[in-house]
């Protein structure tokens, strides 16, 4: 059913007319062309798809778009301010927390929603709270150290 | 080195069949300096089975009229950074900052023919020939500003891509300045010197990822991010299993759904929609009957199957007599190493784009192989192939599982012309486990013996499909023999129910772990420590001091296995690279679950060209190691493909981590060796034999799950 949905993209007021079960990663990669959100397993199991709603780390794979309605999202896209990199972003960067880089938007997502949270983690939150974010590459070791540091300095 | 003059290349000699002509280039690449080179050990590449490469060049560099570097090549960038190394070495060579160097990547219109990124070959073959290719462009610089002011050569300097005279460094030009209006190119013919070690400004330091803005903002993209006017997503419909023949296929309700495109051709059929997700509706609807062939192997009975199955052996190492080494042993140990079969599981699915314009097609692919993909795409839609243009964005990870097969190019391509719009395939990710090339199971037999000095005296040593990497001998051992039964590539793959093929250091995993879990038992047997056993039986220069490096940096001492502390030694040789871990493990004998806590790795690679890049490829094969050691293994029956997603494919995770350190060992003496995939290689015998040695289990099969480490204690 075709359906208005009003929410908040990235700061951005944003109106879609739009089947409402239509899950919030495609409609962030297709109709909206927000293409940092990624696609890995479309069952909940690998977090490349996660954004934040409502302060909270959410995989969009699983999201029916209309759930969204009201709310605030927050995509990798939103992340950067005015051409200034958040500091995951630059932490990441810095220590290198990445290889491919396809697992990179979710996992930042994911350990901003838990910066939200929990500004100061320890090592065992940070690791419990990333667990079910899964990097091939193997990047764990640096992405660790990149939260760290990101919680630092913020 | 050898005497050679530069050649200003004849225009008029035919270009090599497989890439674009050289006039074609030329006109391509524009104004500017041009060094054509050709990267890669072309009888390593013929003995690889990879034949056609050509002889003539595979990459260039082009010093543009804006004193911007730009490096052209078929590689790819897949994580493993060759876009920082690659660029490092240019800009080193040059004399220019690394910002001044782009790299242009994996584009079949753009870049000559190369037949891929796989086997740790990037820096190592290609390496020294665009080395050779940047001091070449530089030479030529050099002499250009000769003239432009009028002072010999040899009193110039270079910095920063301003060539100036020595004695006055107001009388200079710049690199853009010397190439303004020129239409130089030269073939390259090695006149330059390359620098030493000794006077490398940007190679040996270590660089920050030059793609890492990039991805950590989601503006970096992947094939999968590729976004054309009126483009539609494709589900494909698919056999149960591998082998199955379809009886009866209606599509007829997809049909009607409106917005839906299907496609039937004879092996083909799809459905296409402008909304990923409708068209994943549609493929629901379509109503298939299938007949399945019998299955006849599975997870378990796999092993004895692939035994008989196995083709004549061939015989890579031979030295004395077995009988004699047999004679001579005061033990003799035989043993059976299995390892089931690893999926790539890449977080990126295989994923294309394509659209056909005016007869010619251009596919958006994630491979590691853009120019054998070519080649596959033109043959199935009846092109040529220069109507075909490959552009390879950022790949999500490869590892050997985007090298095989072109298939998703094949697949968006043929429904790009069938529809006459564009079209993408993204794989679910249980078309990913379906259709991956999988690491082959594998199986390997040892005997072997020590004498009463404890000196290994017999080697007889048998792999069946996994060849015969890293299974070379570097112990002293007096008879030895080696004999592989298949490969992991090529015709004798055809035994496997699905497909196999190349996965990080393909083979390589599985003869380290045989052949280091054997020498621990032959050190536990002769109660010696098993580090001391090594160095007793090895005199390799290079192994003996990446062994030292790792136990020193461990803090390893002495004792016999089991010790009841976990500690677990390996050791191997991989592209050219010399490797040594330790690994420290706690077992819970209840639950037969290890976990591991600390990883040392000692790696001699010869020169590093980036060492923070050494070290990140590094901890990346140490954690995945972790995978193929503890957890991975795909189920299946026959050709049915029973493992669907990554609830039923454990791949490592943060609670995982052990404490990683590594260790970079020195040697200026030789040329950079692989680096992508050696320490992934001792991962499994080192995390074995610290199982023996907490537990005084001993674990023969990988991946050594709880329950089978719990059965391994239970029957001491
Ligand atoms: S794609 Fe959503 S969790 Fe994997
Ligand atoms: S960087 Fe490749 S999957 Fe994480």
Redesign the pocket.
């Known amino acids: 059913m075709i359906e208005t949905i009003r929410f908040r993209l990235n700061g951005k007021p944003t109106t879609l007319r739009i089947e409402g079960d239509r899950k919030l990663?495609w409609v962030l990669r297709t109709d909206l062309g927000l293409t940092g959100t990624k696609?890995?397993?479309?069952e909940?199991?690998?977090?490349?798809?996660t954004v934040i709603v409502d302060r909270e780390p959410v995989?969009s794979?699983?999201l029916p778009v209309n759930e969204v309605r009201g709310k605030e999202v927050i995509t990798i896209e939103g992340l950067e301010k005015d051409g200034k990199l958040h500091p995951l972003q630059e932490k990441f960067a810095e220590h290198g927390a990445l290889q491919c880089g396809f697992c990179t938007p979710g996992m930042i997502m994911n350990a901003y929603g838990l910066l939200l949270k929990n500004p100061k983690p320890t090592r065992d939150q940070i690791i419990s709270a990333m667990d079910d974010n899964l990097c091939r590459c193997g990047c764990h070791k640096r992405i660790i150290r990149a939260i760290e540091g990101a919680s630092a300095q913020m | 080195m050898k005497q050679r003059q530069y050649k200003v290349m004849d225009q008029h000699r035919p270009g090599n069949t497989l890439s674009l002509g050289r006039r074609d280039f030329i006109k391509l690449v524009g104004g500017g300096i041009v060094v054509l080179f050709h990267a890669g050990d072309t009888a390593f590449l013929e003995a690889q089975g990879r034949g056609g490469y050509p002889t003539d060049f595979n990459a260039y560099l082009r010093i543009g009229e804006d004193g911007r570097v730009t490096v052209y090549t078929g590689k790819v960038e897949l994580g493993q950074d060759v876009v920082t190394s690659l660029a490092q070495m240019a800009a080193d060579e040059l004399d220019v900052s690394l910002e001044s160097i782009d790299m242009v990547m994996g584009d079949t219109d753009l870049c000559p023919y190369d037949m891929g990124t796989f086997g740790s070959m990037s820096i190592r073959f290609f390496g020294p020939a665009l080395r050779s290719a940047a001091a070449e462009a530089r030479a030529t610089l050099v002499q250009l500003a000769a003239a432009r002011l009028s002072t010999p050569a040899d009193r110039l300097s270079v910095e920063d891509g301003v060539v100036f005279a020595a004695s006055d460094k107001s009388r200079r030009v710049t690199y853009g300045q010397l190439a303004k209006g020129r239409k130089i190119t030269r073939t390259l013919e090695g006149k330059a010197a390359t620098k030493p070690v000794s006077r490398f400004a940007v190679m040996g330091k270590p660089a920050k990822r030059r793609d890492a803005r990039l991805k950590v903002t989601g503006r970096a993209q992947y094939a999968g991010d590729i976004r054309l006017p009126g483009m539609l997503y494709a589900r494909i419909l698919r056999p149960p299993a591998h082998g199955a023949t379809a009886k009866q296929i209606d599509t007829s309700g997809a049909e009607k759904i409106p917005g839906v495109t299907v496609v039937r051709e004879e092996d083909l059929v799809a459905v296409l929609h402008t909304d990923p997700e409708a068209a994943e509706k549609a493929l629901e609807t379509i109503k298939t009957e299938f007949d399945l062939p019998k299955a006849a192997v599975d997870e378990e009975t796999v092993f004895d199957y692939l035994v008989k199955a196995a083709p004549p052996a061939q015989e890579t190492e031979r030295k004395g007599d077995l009988a004699q080494g047999e004679k001579t042993a005061a033990d003799v140990f035989e043993a059976r190493y299995v390892n089931g079969y690893g999926a790539h599981a890449t977080i990126e699915t295989h994923t294309a784009a394509a659209k056909v314009e005016g007869g010619r097609v251009t596919v958006w692919t994630s491979t590691q192989t853009p120019f054998p993909n070519r080649q596959e795409v033109a043959q199935a839609l009846g092109f040529a192939p220069e109507n075909v243009h490959i552009i390879t964005p950022f790949v999500g990870g490869g590892f050997g599982g985007k090298s095989s097969s072109g298939r998703q190019a094949v697949e968006a391509a043929r429904l790009a012309k069938a529809v006459g719009k564009p079209v993408q395939v993204c794989w679910s990710r249980a078309e990913e486990f379906f259709y991956d090339t999988f690491r082959p199971a594998a199986v390997v037999t040892i005997k072997s013996g020590i004498d009463s000095a404890a000196r290994i005296c017999l080697w007889d040593y048998r792999v069946y499909f996994a060849g015969s990497r890293s299974a070379e001998q570097f112990y002293d051992v007096a008879n030895n023999l080696i004999r592989v039964y298949g490969q992991w590539r090529g015709e004798t793959t055809k035994a496997h129910p699905f497909g196999v093929g190349p996965w990080r250091a393909p083979g390589a995993n599985i003869n380290v772990f045989a052949r280091e879990s054997q020498i621990d038992i032959m050190a536990a047997k002769a109660k010696a420590d098993p580090l001391e056993f090594r160095l007793n039986n090895t005199s390799d220069k290079r192994m003996r001091s990446v062994l030292q490096a790792v136990a020193d940096r461990f803090g390893w001492k002495k004792a016999p296995a089991p010790s009841g502390r976990g500690y677990g030694i390996a050791c191997a040789i991989d592209a050219g690279t010399y490797v040594a871990q330790i690994a420290e493990a706690s077992v819970d004998k209840s639950s037969g679950s290890a976990k591991i806590k600390r990883i040392v790795c000692a790696q001699e690679m010869g020169i590093v060209i980036n060492p923070e890049g050494a070290q990140m490829q590094i901890e990346g094969c140490i954690t995945m190691g972790l995978g193929y050691t503890l957890a991975e293994d795909v189920r299946f029956k026959g050709g049915q493909i029973l493992t669907k997603n990554f609830d039923d494919y454990d791949v490592p995770r943060f609670s995982w981590l052990p404490e990683i350190e590594t260790i970079l060992v020195k040697n200026d003496e030789l040329t950079p060796q692989g680096g992508g995939e050696p320490a992934i290689v001792p991962v499994g015998a080192a995390v074995a034999n610290a199982i023996f040695d907490a537990t005084g289990a001993r674990l023969f099969r990988m991946p050594m799950t709880p329950e089978r480490v719990r059965q391994s204690i239970r029957s001491i």
């Open positions: 990663l696609f890995g397993c479309g909940n199991l690998c977090g490349a798809c995989r794979c699983q």
